[in-house]
């Protein structure tokens, strides 16, 4: 079951794919991560789910990942008479709290700390930005708008303020029992919608507490504009394409994306690419040349993961859409051209030892030509560091632990396999050297770059680097 591609993928379950079989036929097919995602999921359908997973992984004796996605905030107009109504451009119509069903000059908006945080020339987006209004008035508990672009406003579309910092946490009480069962059930990666502000991290950091890695959405502007303080906090981060289209202009979604993937790898956090990267997979066996374009493009530039959203979740094609990825990037990555743009994207370790260890690690392996590297982790952190270098060799990590094992499945390049913890020296090499040969990245005469902390076990703190020589038994000799 190794990968013959760096960059991970994240499929995302749903009616069309959480049974057992296609599960299966998802992981055979490339998908390393699963998301599941509480807009849509019950705790009960939560625990069946991750349940049917671990047997497919157990089955496969290849580590699997799971992410839940909580639904964070949703911010939705009330309900109209007819069910909907027609709005004109120019037009005026109002937003308040009165919950009588609205007609075509106002409607209820049910959260009363939006109504006081808006302010006069803010822009409100409605049903994903298709219908946009400008705040001409507030106070007295509504907000009067002008109609910018008008059209058909139906029952609990939602609602979207980019230019209004909004006075809530990114938690919600149902995010907060959402997270609780996600802990419960041993998820790996817990993805926080409506992330706006540094603290929104913190929050969640503090009922975690190291049971899962928090992943950081970046989907509003707010975000946006403090992104190296939330990327610091947090364990890795998703660029959610979608929501950033729909609340910024979409023109400026593509840098950002080139921009945050390059802060993520000078941070050394995970960045995983989302939203409708092969969405005409949804109804179609085959995507459009525009659609492989932006895959290869989110490859190109080095991003860990890139995800599958409807398409694995509810589409017709679930497991040909997983298999195309998985075509794109293995081609992309065979490019004579990615190692030289990939290359060009370094950046310069942080001046601690891990860093530098894991620096002098790439070049001396590449310098040598060693078969490839192998890290000993048991928090994850030193094969993540040793995927921020994007190395041509394969990156192979020992850990005892097995949620360590599982999360590092969305990290670019990181083959993980679990395994007891060294007890020495000449232990560590060994165990390096048979793992490798047996995973099949060397082959007896090979050598192998080994990085680990000394002492052995001690969490963070990588300070060596051995070259061990492969003998034909498949142990080790340095």
Known sequence: MRRLRRVKIVATLGPASNDEKTIEELTRAGADVFRINMSHASHDLLKQTVTRIRSVEKRLSHPIGILVDLQGPKLRVGTFEGGAIQLKQGATFILDGNSAPGTVDRVCMPHPEIIESVSVGDRLLLDDGKLQLKATKVGGGSIETVVIYGGKLSDKKGVSLPDTLLPMGALTEKDHADLLAALENDADWIALSFVQRPEDIIDVRKIVQGRAGVMAKIEKPQAVERLEEIIKLCDAFMIARGDLGVEMPLEQVPGLQKRMIRIARRFGKPVVVATQMLESMITSPVPTRAE?????????EGADAIMLSAESASGQYPIEAVSMMNKVAVSVENDVNYRGIIRAQATEPEATAADAISAATRQVAETL???????????GSTAVRAARERPNKPILALSPNLRTVRRLCVVWGVH?????????????????????????????????????????????????LRIAFVRQDGAGSS
């Open 369 to 379: 030509d060693l078969a490839a590297i192998v890290t000993y982790t048991s928090s």
């Open 416 to 464: 993980t396999v679990e395994t007891e913890d060294a007890v020495n020296l000449e232990d560590m090499v060994d165990r390096a050297c048979v793992i490798a040969y047996q995973e099949g990245l060397a082959r007896p005469g090979d050598r192998i770059a080994i990085t680990a902390g000394i002492p052995l076990g001690t969490p963070g703190a990588t300070n060596m």
């Open 292 to 300: 492989v374009s932006d895959v290869s493009i989110a490859v190109f």
